[in-house]
């Protein structure tokens, strides 16, 4: 079945950098939008940043400038580079993806989520 992994979340102090990774593996025919997503605790999931088919990303306002979001196709990958990293970026940091599969001589899409990576910024 599909299925999303998270990687490369850890701690790290303010002002450093991590670069987390998310593959997305199974009987795949095509993905559309990717995305990242976090959730600290006692708060709600909330985008980060998103990327499209055709590579048009969105970006969270209090990320925009410091995170960058990108995809490799051929690898079913994306990846979020964390630069200037905060305390208040803290959170667990989950994966999205909307992927086609075979379904009935069609493509069924659906969306999938990772079991997410945690994330720790020391002030």
């Known amino acids: 079945q599909v299925q999303l992994v998270e990687s490369g979340g850890g701690l790290v102090q303010a002002g450093g950098s991590l670069r987390l990774s998310c593959v997305a593996s199974?009987?795949?025919?095509?993905?559309?939008?990717m995305g990242w997503y976090r959730q600290a605790p006692g708060k709600q999931r909330d985008l980060v940043a998103r990327?499209?088919?055709?590579?048009?990303?969105n970006y969270a306002d209090s990320v925009k400038g410091r995170f960058t979001i990108s995809r490799d196709n051929a690898k079913n990958t994306v990846y979020l580079q964390m630069n200037s990293l905060k305390p208040e970026d803290t959170a667990v940091y989950y994966c999205?993806?909307?992927?086609?599969?075979?379904?009935?001589?069609?493509?069924?899409?659906?969306?999938?989520w990772g079991q997410g990576t945690q994330v720790t910024v020391s002030s």
């Open positions: 999205d993806a909307n992927i086609g599969t075979a379904y009935s001589g069609n493509i069924r899409v659906r969306h999938y």
């Open positions: 199974g009987s795949i025919l095509n993905i559309n939008a």
């Open positions: 990327i499209g088919s055709d590579g048009i990303t």
